[in-house]
């Protein structure tokens, strides 16, 4: 088991090595300069412009500028954002946290409306409860989370009036109201996205229900007098749940990237967020560390999809 | 207008038969800027007029949080670093500049006692030299007074081009500053500067506290733990920073104006986009204030409808205009497209840019397109009022165009397209990506059509198009084709320096890998001279005939063809009092004014 920790551990620094020398080639050829806004400001010497240049290293080759990244980030030094000429790692720290609890929420509110209903759906399958859930559901994973996210303030805020869909992170208040505050704020947001990844799941959570139940273990169950619930709660849906846990592990890189369009729609400070607005400004040291944040998440999330798989299901073996 | 004329309108104003309003707002008709027409009457003896923004009064605190949307965030808060006009707002929350510019371009007292001027003797005659008395009861967020000596640090901060200030280029005339006591400074420059307040006043102005960042001049600038924690001398104190979202302030009780500011927190959030950061003030009201409302006029109206919020639209200095190529695009020169050494092959004739000229149609742009956020103008200075030139008017005439270029010998071929010896009326258009742009090219390139002249239109991504790689063809700079249209910004209210952008010496070219700021390579010996002139004249009357007299030789050889200027629009909630909006200066600049209906 640790032995293949290990070698999965060595195989994913090669692939992380890759995908940053892939990054920042790309983000090396595209077009803008981090101090464009200067350059149009007739007030703004020009001089100013090319001493920043200078003094952030980038006129250097790209070679240079790519092992200078990486030998520092080696040492543990994510480097200074162009912009705000802050530490890159204090900026995605100070976004983490909102990004966790949203996505977070999310997940939590898709797992509670995706279980239940894929469950009963497969108990019975095409009764008009199913047919309803499965529209639902199709429309569900449809829809762009861009889209909803704007039906949604469209509804919520403009016409009805009930939400706000400006999302503070800060919130001046104490107490209860800042509980309310952030309950209010953080509904369109989570509920965006978590339907989203309810809509697949509840398919995912159908089909695997529907495959165990008909196996003769359930129906040992039962003739030795299970209860109906027991049989369900203990038997069907544990081992439904194997292959669902895994598909979760392996989504939560593309949950991570839903959010970004929805962090920008809601003004959620979190890291996606913080993607955008870097991209938008060719502020390279930030831009990389975020892409390069996502893909160690990817990266470690298959690994622990493998392994949960293996947890959850003892008759495989890691060799 | 001449000196003369403009002379005789002072006189007017000075018997009483003019207002003064009414003379600033004729002056911004001629393409000047309405703090040079505040100087003209000031130095012709009218006093200034006390600020005429007067703000009802208000108590200190009381008034809980003020919700402010900027759609692009703050990222630092260092005045001097300013990428942006959002870090330059973010910081003026904390930060003071020892003047502040009001709508009319007057300057308006923030750290200094008085106003200085050629009357008081503070300016010098000669226009070399200025002096600034210092309020004394200012106190800096964290208790330590507000001396000369901050004020001294300041220039000595930027000037070391180690720290990579952006301001720099607003200090750099300074040859001294004498410190003459504790709250009186002489600032001497190289030579005469008649717009003597560009230092220390205005967005570019503000001043950090020297016991706070003098260990962090040069090199180290970037390490000062105050870039992202602010102690200023501004009415809000800094409670919280996250660089690209939120800005939090809470009311400075020691603040130097008494009474003020009436709110008791203030936040500014930032980020998305500008329709919904509109919405979020004019229609659902979650916010009280927006900035920069870059939305099309008709959806603002809309969304005025519901009575809870409006557009607060300002003139400043922004102009939509076309360029003319005065070089060969198409022929390659020592590697370079659009280089001085060709001339361009049709648009160098008179009579081909006065047809342009009458072509676009600027009423139907400014209807259809841009509403109340893009008025059509024939000139190129736009405000303040007294820059603004009254001898140029724009028209928009087919049949006119045709007469031009008819009697011009440009004939009509068989294509339709008219051509002379040779040389067909084909151009290619360019400008950035972006709807409102692309709408203009169409009716321009419609007029066009009915005329002879062949229009190709090209639209570039602004991340290109606006980028300062040397190596892109596409940018603004490089020109690579016979017409562009964008939008240009005069920041200052003075137009000396916007205005070098028709001097021969600042022609864009491979040399100065396309940082010129002359784009049209348009050259002419006489604005060269009185740009010159203008800048070392003290007297404001013969100075504002100057400026007048550069706009006038601009629009009348058709160097490029204004389109519309836009003014600045603010979202603002209805509940709000005394939001004034300056086109000068920051958002914030009357921020310790504003307050709230009851």
Redesign the interface.
């Known amino acids: 088991m640790s032995k293949y920790l290990l070698r999965r551990a060595l195989i994913s620094i090669p692939v992380l090595i890759g995908i940053s020398a892939v990054l920042f080639t790309i983000l090396a050829l595209a077009p803008g300069d981090p101090f464009e806004e200067l350059a149009t400001n007739p007030n703004v010497p020009a001089e100013v412009r090319t001493n920043l240049r200078a003094k952030f290293g980038l006129d250097d080759p790209l070679p240079v500028r790519y092992a200078r990244w990486v030998i520092a980030m080696l040492r543990g030094d994510w480097g200074f954002s162009f912009l705000s000429r802050v530490d890159v790692d204090t900026l995605i720290l100070q976004r983490l946290p909102v990004t966790l609890v949203v996505l977070g929420s999310a997940l939590l509110l898709a797992i509670m409306i995706a279980i239940p209903i894929g469950t009963y759906s497969a108990l019975r399958p095409y009764s008009i409860f199913d047919q309803v859930a499965t529209t639902f559901a199709f429309i569900g994973f449809s829809l762009p989370t861009f889209f909803t996210g704007l039906l949604f303030i469209l509804l919520f805020s403009i016409y009805l009036d009930w939400l706000p869909f400006i999302y503070r992170a800060d919130i001046g208040a104490s107490g209860w109201r800042w509980y309310w505050e952030h309950l209010r704020q953080s509904i369109m947001p989570v509920a965006v996205l978590g339907l989203f990844q309810a809509a697949a799941m509840t398919r995912f959570m159908r089909a695997a229900v529907l495959d165990v139940i008909r196996l003769d273990y359930v129906n040992t169950a039962r003739a030795k007098g299970l209860s109906e619930r027991a049989t369900l709660v203990k038997h069907v849906v544990r081992n439904a749940l194997i292959p669902v846990v895994t598909l979760v592990a392996l989504q939560i890189p593309s949950i991570f990237g839903g959010a970004i369009v929805t962090e920008q729609i809601f003004r959620v400070p979190g890291i996606g967020s913080l993607l955008i607005s870097s991209i938008l400004a060719n502020d390279t040291p930030v831009v990389m560390a975020v892409t390069f944040v996502y893909s160690a998440l990817v990266v470690a999330s298959n690994l622990a999809a493998d392994l949960l798989y293996g947890w959850l299901d003892p008759r495989i073996s890691y060799r | 207008m001449e000196e003369r004329e403009l002379r005789a309108l002072i006189g007017q104003v000075k018997a009483g038969t003019l207002s003064r309003r009414r003379f600033v707002q004729t002056m911004v008709g001629l393409g000047l800027t309405a703090p040079m027409a505040a100087q003209m009457l000031a130095s012709a003896g009218v006093a200034q007029a006390q600020t005429k923004w007067t703000f009802n009064p208000s108590k200190r605190g009381g008034g809980a949080?003020v919700k402010t949307?900027w759609w692009q965030?703050p990222?630092?808060l260092n005045p001097h670093?300013a990428?942006?006009t959002k870090d330059q707002d973010a910081s003026r929350v904390f930060y003071e500049p020892l003047g502040s510019y009001d709508p009319d371009g007057n300057i308006v007292p923030m750290l200094a006692a008085d106003v200085p001027s050629v009357q008081n003797g503070q300016v010098a005659r000669d226009g070399t030299s200025v002096t600034w008395h210092l309020k004394k009861n200012v106190v800096w967020h964290d208790g330590k007074p507000f001396t000369a000596d901050d004020v001294v640090f300041n220039w000595e901060y930027v000037m070391d081009?180690?720290t990579?200030?952006?301001s720099?280029?607003?200090y750099?005339d300074i040859a001294r500053i004498d410190k003459l006591d504790s709250h009186t400074v002489k600032i001497v420059f190289k030579s005469s500067t008649p717009f003597w307040s560009s230092p220390f006043c205005g967005p570019?102005g503000m001043i950090i506290p020297k016991h706070l960042f003098q260990a962090y001049k040069g090199d180290k600038s970037?390490e000062a733990p105050n870039?992202?924690k602010p102690i200023g001398t501004g009415p809000f104190r800094f409670v919280?920073f996250?660089?690209?979202?939120?800005v939090?302030a809470e009311l400075n009780p020691n603040y130097h104006i008494p009474n003020r500011p009436f709110f008791d927190?203030l936040?500014m959030?930032g980020?998305?986009d500008a329709i919904?950061a509109a919405?979020?003030v004019i229609?659902?009201g979650?916010?009280d204030y927006a900035w920069n409302m870059q939305v099309e006029d008709e959806i603002l109206k809309r969304m005025e409808q519901g009575g809870r919020g409006r557009a607060d639209i300002v003139a400043g200095g922004n102009i939509e205009h076309i360029q003319l190529n005065n070089t060969d695009p198409w022929t390659e020169v020592d590697g370079e497209r659009s280089s001085i050494k060709t001339r361009h092959p049709f648009l160098t004739d008179l009579a081909v840019r006065q047809a342009l000229n009458v072509l676009v149609d600027r009423g139907s742009v400014q209807e259809q397109i841009y509403g109340r956020t893009g008025i059509a103008t024939a000139n190129f200075v736009n405000a303040p009022s007294r820059f603004v030139s009254k001898n140029t008017t724009w028209a928009f005439d087919i049949d006119r165009a045709n007469q031009i270029l008819d009697g011009a010998g440009w004939k009509r071929g068989a294509d339709g397209i008219r051509a002379k010896d040779g040389k067909k009326l084909k151009v290619v258009y360019q400008t950035s990506i972006n709807a409102l742009r692309q709408k203009t090219q169409q009716i321009v390139k419609q007029a066009c059509a009915r005329t002879g002249i062949d229009v190709e239109l090209k639209a570039v991504?602004a991340?290109?198009y606006?980028?300062?790689?040397p190596a892109?063809a596409d940018t603004y700079s490089h020109f690579s084709t016979d017409i562009q249209m964008y939008t240009?910004?005069?920041?200052?209210p003075d137009p000396q320096?916007?205005l070098?952008?028709f001097t021969s010496w600042e022609i864009a070219s491979k040399e100065?890998k396309w940082?010129g700021?002359n784009i049209t390579r348009w050259r002419n010996d006489e604005l060269d001279r009185i740009w010159k002139a203008a800048g070392a004249e003290m007297d404001p009357v013969k100075r504002a005939a100057l400026l007048v007299k550069m706009n006038d030789l601009v629009i009348q050889n058709i160097v490029v063809v204004p389109v519309v200027f836009r003014p600045r629009v603010a979202a603002i909630s209805n509940r709000m009092r005394d939001v004034v909006q300056s086109g000068w200066d920051s958002d914030f600049w009357a921020i310790a004014y504003w307050s709230k209906h009851a």
């Open positions: 949080l949307l965030a990222t630092l670093f990428t942006g081009s180690a990579a200030a952006v720099v280029g607003n750099r570019y970037r870039n992202l919280d996250k660089p690209g979202d939120l939090r927190a936040e959030k980020g998305g919904s919405r979020a229609q659902t979650e916010f991504t991340n290109v606006f980028s300062s790689d892109n240009t910004t005069m920041i200052e320096r916007f070098d952008q100065n940082q700021r």
